[in-house]
């Protein structure tokens, strides 16, 4: 099966909304340049039709969720506009296919991150701010059914992402020790630190610019770079409503209608 096809049936399960059987049968073991590609359709057919690219999202952040897949590296998706809603917005759940939430502090970045062997200062000198998040994730998998593949070439299972309304130096946050605590309908469901993002969520950002630096497609002023899960993600539903802290940023949060 091509890539073209793989992407189709992706592309087909979100438009209608009906989970895929997973695609990692189509493909070999550990294809990860095969699943980036069959990403890349998508979301290029996305900004074909008026989609506009706003960012990237790190996944598998966790070591143990790493060693679960048996890898060793994260993986990132595009985030694209129409992903993002604000504070005072309800997140409409027929919108969503299988949601999870998970909280994470998102770097919003002034001025390109170009260059070889990028290091965490040149993460730091270019970042302008940053600011709590929560991002949703869903899959347009069954069951959620996903190994390593599946999930990068179902644009790392991205969804939708709202960012808080605090913004900070990133000299003014102490990004490994943070306490997130993860609320639904006022109930402790999540909680971890920034030791929880691949010891430090610097070190995911970090991996992240050396990547897309290696594939000629550096990050660039004004994206947003969600870093990943301070804690484990949990499932939603309609009705629910979601509030998250993170120290020193603050209080973010939203209902599901």
Request: some cysteine; hydrophobic content about 40%.
């Amino acid at each position: 099966m091509t890539h073209q096809e793989i992407a189709a049936i992706l592309l087909q399960a979100e438009i209608t909304q009906k989970a895929c059987e997973p695609i990692r049968t189509h493909l070999p073991d550990l294809d990860l340049d095969s699943a980036y590609a069959i990403q890349k359709l998508n979301v290029d057919e996305k900004i074909a039709k008026g989609g506009i690219e706003v960012g990237k999202k790190i996944g598998l952040t966790s070591f143990k969720v790493q060693e679960q897949l048996g890898v060793d590296q994260p993986d990132f998706g595009i985030l694209l506009q129409h992903m993002q809603f604000n504070q005072g917005e309800n997140l409409a759940f027929a919108d969503l296919m299988q949601p999870k939430a998970e909280a994470e502090i998102a770097f919003v970045l002034k001025h390109d991150l170009e260059g070889n062997q990028l290091t965490t200062e040149d993460i730091i000198k270019a970042t302008d701010y940053v600011v709590s998040a929560i991002e949703i994730v869903g899959s347009r998998i069954k069951d959620w059914n996903i190994k390593i593949t599946d999930t990068i070439a179902d644009n790392a299972s991205s969804s939708h992402f709202i960012l808080g309304s605090k913004k900070l130096s990133i000299q003014d946050i102490d990004l490994e020790n943070s306490k997130m605590q993860l609320f639904v309908n006022d109930e402790l469901v999540s909680e971890g630190d920034g030791t929880s993002c691949m010891g430090n969520p610097l070190n995911s950002v970090v991996w992240l610019a050396n990547k897309m630096s290696a594939l000629g497609n550096p990050l660039k002023k004004g994206e947003v770079i969600l870093s990943g899960a301070l804690g484990p993600m949990v499932n939603l539903k309609p009705s629910d409503k979601l509030k998250a802290t993170i120290e020193g940023l603050g209080e973010i949060s939203f209902d599901v209608d």
